[in-house]
Structures are given as structure tokens and as C-alpha cells.
């Protein structure tokens, strides 16, 4: 969820820091992105992007793969080396091109207190991340401009 990640973001606009305001992510300069109701916030600056995300279709599609556990043990090999490479205690993890969010929940899991963004520029896969785990926020961001 926002809540547990709002201190580590920044406004794409003019990096000062970002705080929850009535349904928002706002800084205090007044620029405000909205929290769209699936519970994931869009940090485009300027609203838009010349690259494309993937579909409704393609992120369920994939929710469906990683489910049914054929990539058990790659998501557990990700796991272990992010247990084991984390630098800070709780950890802080974002996950770039992140999907369904599905590993980033198992690494989060295998890290007590750690807090984690699932970073996309699809707002389907935003849609899906926002839901997978209470200690990770999902942003819609592009990876072509200075991360939020």
C-alpha cells in the first residue's frame, strides 16, 4: 500500500518529498498526483509517456503463469539473492518493470519490516501490484526519467 512507502518517493516534478494527502500523493510545492481507486498512483510527469505498457490481457496472463508455480524455483533464486544482498535493516526494495508484482511479494515476505515499490509504466500491472502485498506501493512511473 502508499502508506507504507509514501517516505521513499519523490515528486517527479520537483523532486521535494511526497506525503498522502486526501486521496493524493502530494508534495509540498502543491503538485498533486491522484490515488486512482485500485490503490497504485501515476508519477508521470507531464501525464505521459512514449512507451507502452502491457495490456489487461498480457498482466493477467502472466498472474496466470507465475500462479500456477512454473517459475517457483527462479522466484525462490531472486528471493535468496535479495535476502542476501539487502544493505539496509528493514530493507527498502523497488522492483523496475515489476508485472503482477508476484516476486516482489515473495521477497518482501522473506524480509521481516522490509517495504518495497513495484515500479511499472503499465497501469494494469500497477492495477495487480497494488493488491499483492500491504507492504508494497505501486507507482506507474517511466524508467526513462528520474525515478520518483
Same mark, same amino acid.
Given at each position: 500500500m502508499l502508506a507504507a512507502v509514501i517516505?521513499?518517493?519523490? &515528486?517527479? %516534478? &520537483?523532486?521535494?518529498?511526497?506525503?498522502?494527502? $486526501?486521496g493524493a500523493a502530494e508534495c509540498d510545492r502543491g503538485h498533486r498526483f491522484d490515488i486512482a481507486? %485500485?490503490?497504485?498512483?501515476?508519477?508521470?510527469?507531464?501525464?505521459? /509517456? !512514449?512507451? /507502452?505498457?502491457?495490456?489487461?490481457?498480457? =498482466?493477467?496472463?502472466?498472474a496466470r503463469l507465475l500462479g500456477a508455480g512454473h517459475f517457483g524455483p527462479?522466484?525462490?533464486a531472486v528471493t535468496r539473492a535479495c535476502a542476501t544482498t539487502a544493505r539496509s535493516d528493514p530493507a527498502r526494495i523497488v522492483e523496475i518493470g515489476a508485472g /503482477?508484482? %508476484?516476486y516482489l511479494?515473495?521477497?518482501? $515476505?522473506?524480509?521481516?519490516?522490509?517495504?518495497? =515499490?513495484a515500479l511499472d509504466v503499465s !497501469?494494469?500491472?500497477a492495477r495487480r501490484a497494488a493488491k499483492v502485498h500491504e507492504r508494497i506501493g505501486s507507482?506507474?512511473?517511466d524508467v526513462w526519467q528520474p525515478l520518483p
Amino acid at each position: 500500500m502508499l502508506a507504507a512507502v509514501i517516505d521513499l518517493l519523490s &515528486c517527479p %516534478q &520537483c523532486a521535494a518529498d511526497l506525503e498522502l494527502v $486526501d486521496g493524493a500523493a502530494e508534495c509540498d510545492r502543491g503538485h498533486r498526483f491522484d490515488i486512482a481507486r %485500485q490503490g497504485y498512483v501515476s508519477l508521470i510527469s507531464g501525464g505521459a /509517456t !512514449k512507451f /507502452t505498457g502491457d495490456s489487461a490481457e498480457m =498482466i493477467a496472463a502472466r498472474a496466470r503463469l507465475l500462479g500456477a508455480g512454473h517459475f517457483g524455483p527462479l522466484m525462490d533464486a531472486v528471493t535468496r539473492a535479495c535476502a542476501t544482498t539487502a544493505r539496509s535493516d528493514p530493507a527498502r526494495i523497488v522492483e523496475i518493470g515489476a508485472g /503482477t508484482g %508476484q516476486y516482489l511479494a515473495h521477497v518482501v $515476505d522473506s524480509l521481516p519490516d522490509s517495504r518495497a =515499490i513495484a515500479l511499472d509504466v503499465s !497501469k494494469f500491472a500497477a492495477r495487480r501490484a497494488a493488491k499483492v502485498h500491504e507492504r508494497i506501493g505501486s507507482i506507474v512511473a517511466d524508467v526513462w526519467q528520474p525515478l520518483p
